[in-house]
C-alpha cells in the first residue's frame, strides 16, 4: 500500500483534531468525501495497526474508521453503496485479529465498529466471526478475552429490547449453540481464579473486569427467554452470582466518586437476578430467598456515597420487582419486615445528599433531566419512589399509614427549624407525590391517585401556603418540588385552585434560580394543555382566563429568553402553549415579541445546540404566523420582513438544522398571501428545484410542502414557467421507494391547480413513469397513493380521458388497472381526505365509463368495483402491507442528515379539491346512480341485484338518504 497515501490520510486526520474550525471543518470535509473510494476502510484499518504512528492518531484513524462503517456499512434504499464487497471482505477478515491486540483504546472503537457490522451481517453474512472469538478465548491472555467479551457484549445486548421474532430467536439460538457453554467454562474458570489472585491488585482487577463482562453478557443472553443451555448451569450461575454479591475486596473498591468494578458487578448482579425474579419465577423460586436476603444486607451496609447509587438503585429495583409478585408477598406482609423496609431502605435514599444540592445549583438541567423528564432511572430516589409504589401495590393501607408517622415526623423537625431542616420538607414532598399517584404519565401527569390521599387538601394546607411567600428565592428545592406536585396532579386539581395559582407561578418565573424559574414555566405550560371535560377538543383554559396575567406573564417569559443563556425548552415550550391559547390576542403585544424572538433565532442560527428549544422556537413563529396572520393579512409582511434576512443567513450557510424547519414556515406565509405575492418568493423558486437539496432526506418532506404551496398560489406564473423542473422533481422522488409518496402529494397539487393545458403534453410520460414504477417495484404505500391520484385525475379530467391516456400506454390496460388496483386495493387507502377522493374518483368511474357496461364480463368488472366502493364506506381500512415491506425505511438514512421534525403549526390544511359541491360521497354516488339509471333504463336495478346482501342493504340506505329511487 502506497506510503503517500498513508501519510496523506495521517496529514488529514491530524487536522481533525485542531481546535480551529477553519483547519478541522475543511480537513473532515475531505474525509467524509474519500469514504466513496475505494480501499477507504482497509486504509484506515491499516493506520488503526501502524505501530510507527503517533498514538492519538492511530485513535484518531479508529474512531474513523467506526463512523465510517456507522455511515455506510448498511446499503439504505435510494442510496449508492459506498463500500465495495471487496472492501466489506477486506474488513471482515482482519479486524477481528486487530481488535484482539489492539491497546484498550483502540480496542474499544474497533469492538463498537465490529458490533455496527454484525448488525447487519451476522450470523448470515459473518457466519465465522463467532467460532473465531470463542476460539481465541482459548489463548488464556485476559487481554485478548476483554476484548472478545466486550465485542460479544456490544453485538449481544440488543437483545435485551429487541421485539420477539423467529428470526431473532433463530439467531440467539445459534449464539446459545456456539457461545453458552463456552462462556459458562470461562465463569467456572474466573471465579476459580478470583479467589487464587484475590490479593494481586493487577490480577483481581483484569479478572473482575471479564466477570463483569461475563454477567453482562448473561443478562443479553437471557432476555428473551431462559434457554436449555443456561437452565442446565443454572446451580453453577446462581451460586457464583451469590457469592459475588456477598464478596468484598479492598483492591477492586474505587477510590474515586466513580463505581469500582466491584460495585459494577454487584449492580450487574442485581439487574440480572431482577430479571429472573420478573421474567422466570418457577425457574427461580428456590434461589430468591438467598438474594433477597443477600440483597437486603447489601442495602444496608451500602453507604450514601455517589459511586454506589447504581449498585444501590438496581439492588431496590430488585426488591420493588419481588415486591410487585403476590407470591411473594409472604415476604413483606410482616409489619416489622415493612417498617424495617420503610426506615432503613426507602427513606434514607429519599434524602437528598449534598451532591444532589451541587447539581440543583450547578447543573440545573441536569436536576430538571432526573426530575421532570423522569430520567432518573438510576438514582437512589428513583428506585426508592418505585419501591414505594411497589409495596402500596400489596399492602397500601399499612404503607401509608407507615409513611404517615414519618411524615408528621418530618414535618415536626422541618418546623422547629426551616432553615436547618428544609431537607426534610422535601422529603414530605417527595414521599406524598409517591404516595398519591397511582398511575403516571410524562403527557398527563397522575391518571390515578390513592384514596388514602386527599390530593387536593395537601394542595391546600401545604403547597399554596409553600408559594404565597413572597421571596422567590427562598427554600428554591422545596418551591420547585410545590411546582412539580402541581404539574403532577393538574388533571385532579379543580380549575379554581389552578386559575388562582397561575399569579403565583408567573411570579416564580422572576425567580433567578433556573429550577425554579423553569418548574414555574413548566408548570404553567402543562396546565394549559388540560382538556375542557365536557368537550375533549376544547381547552379548558381560554384567552379569557389568561387576559387578566397577560402582561406579566408575557414579560416574565420575554425575560428569561436569551441567546446562549436562555435556551431553556420548558420557557420556550410555555410561550408557545400561551400563544396557542391566547391566539390572535397577542397582537397587541406582537411588536415586542416578534423582536425579541427574531434577536434569539438570529443569535442561535449562528451555533444550534439544543434541537428541542428549536423545534419550539419555530413551533412558536409557525403559530403566530398562523394565528395573526389569518385575521390580519397585513401583519404577514411585518414576519417576512423580521424572518426573510435570517433565512437568507441559514441557507447561504447551509444551516442543515434549520433548512427544514424555514421551509415549512415559507409554506405557512406563502399560504396566507391572496394574490399578489411578494417577488421574493419567486427569486426563491429555481433555487428550490436544484437537485443537490433533493437529495437530502431531511429536507424532502419540507421541500415537497413547499412546493405544494407554490402550486397551489402561484400555479399560474412561476410554476408554469418552471414546469419542466417541477416535473424533474417529480420522477425523482417516484422513483424511489423511500420518497414515492411525495412524487404522489407534487402530483395531486399539480391536478388540483394547474391549468389542464399546461400539464397536457406530459401526462403521457408522467402515466408511463408511474406504471414503470409500479411494474418494477410495487408497494402498499405506492399503490394507495397511486388509488388516489387515479381518482382525483379522473374527478378533475373525466373517466374517459383516464380510460384514453391508460389505454394508450397498452391496449386493455385501463381494466387491468380497475381490477388488479382499484377491486383488490381500494380498502387500503386510509386518511378521510383521501378515502373520500377515492370515493369520489371510483363513483365517476361507475357511472361515467362505458366500457364496463358493453358487455357481460366487463359489467361483472363494473359489480366487484362497486362493492369494493361499499367496502371502502362500510368496512375498516386494510392495514396489512407485504412481509417484505415492514421494514420500508424513510429517514433511516446513513451519513450526517438533518432530520425533518413536521412543525405542528404549519401542518398543511388540505384544501377540499371538490370546492364543496360534493360534502357526501355516499350521497354523491346514489345521486350518479340515479342519472345512469335514467340513462340506461331497467340494467342497474338488475345489475345491482348481483350484489351482497349487505351491499344491497348498506346502498339501498345511501339510496334512501339521498330520496333517490331507481329505474
Known sequence: MSSQILDELSLYLEKTLSPDPNVRRPAEKYLEQMESNENFGPVLLVLCNKQDLAIHLRISASITFKNYIKRNWKVNEDCQDKITAADRQSVKSSITDMMLTSPEQIQLQLSDAISIISREDFPEKWPDLL????????????????????????????YRHEFKSNELWTEIKYVLGVFAVPLTELFKTLMGLVEQHSNDANAIKIIFSS??????IFRSLNAQDFPEEFENNMETWMTHFLNLLQYDNQLLKSQSEEAGLIEQVKSQICDNVSLFAQNYGEDFADYLPKFVTAVWNLLTS?????????????????????????QYRALFENEESLKSICEKIIIPNLFLRDVDIETFEDNPEEYIRKDIERSDVDTRRRAASDLVQALCSQFEKQVVAIFSSYINALLQEFSENPQKNWRQKDVVLFLVTTLASKGQTKKYGATKTSELIDVIQFYESTILPDLSDQDVNNFPVIKADDMRYISTFRQQLPKECLINVIPQLIRYMTSNIPVVHTYACHAVERIL?????????????????????????????????????????????AFMRVCIILQESVEPYLDGLIGKMTDLLNAISKNPSKPNFNHYLFETFGILIRNIGQKNKALIEKFESNLFPIFNYVLEQDITEFIPYEFQLLSLLLELHDQNIPSVYFDLFPFLLMPALWERPGYIPALTRLLQAYIQKASTTIVKEKITGVLGVFQRLIASKSNDHYACYILNSLVEHMPSQVLSEYFKQIFMLLFQRLTGSKTTKLVKNLLVFFSLYSYKYGVNEFMNIVDSLQAGMFLMVIQNLFISDLQKVSGNLERKICAVGVTKILTESQVLLSNEANMKVWISLLESLIGLFELPEDTTVADDEHFIEIEDIPGYQASFNQLFSATKREPDPFQGQIPNAKIFLAKSLENLSSSVPNMIPQLLSQLSAP?????????????VQLR
Not at 466477570?211 to 453482562?216: A, D, W, Y
Open 131 to 158: 467460532p473465531a472469538l470463542v476460539e481465541r478465548l482459548k489463548t488464556g491472555d485476559f487481554n485478548v478475552t476483554n476484548g472478545i467479551l466486550r465485542t460479544a457484549h456490544s453485538i449481544f445486548k440488543r
Open 211 to 216: 466477570v463483569l463482562l461475563v454477567t453482562k
Open 302 to 326: 451500602t453507604s450514601l456515597e455517589t459511586k454506589y447509587d447504581m449498585l444501590v438503585s438496581n439492588a431496590i429495583q430488585f426488591i420493588s420487582v419481588v415486591a410487585y409478585r403476590p
Open 529 to 573: 394543555t388540560l382538556k375542557n371535560p365536557t368537550n375533549n377538543k376544547d381547552n379548558l383554559f381560554t384567552a379569557a382566563d389568561l387576559q387578566p396575567f397577560m402582561p406579566h406573564l408575557l414579560s416574565n417569559i420575554m425575560n428569561l429568553l436569551q441567546p446562549v443563556t436562555g435556551e431553556n425548552e420548558y420557557v420556550i415550550k
Open 951 to 963: 351491499s344491497q342493504n348498506h346502498l339501498q340506505t345511501y339510496l334512501n338518504e339521498s330520496g
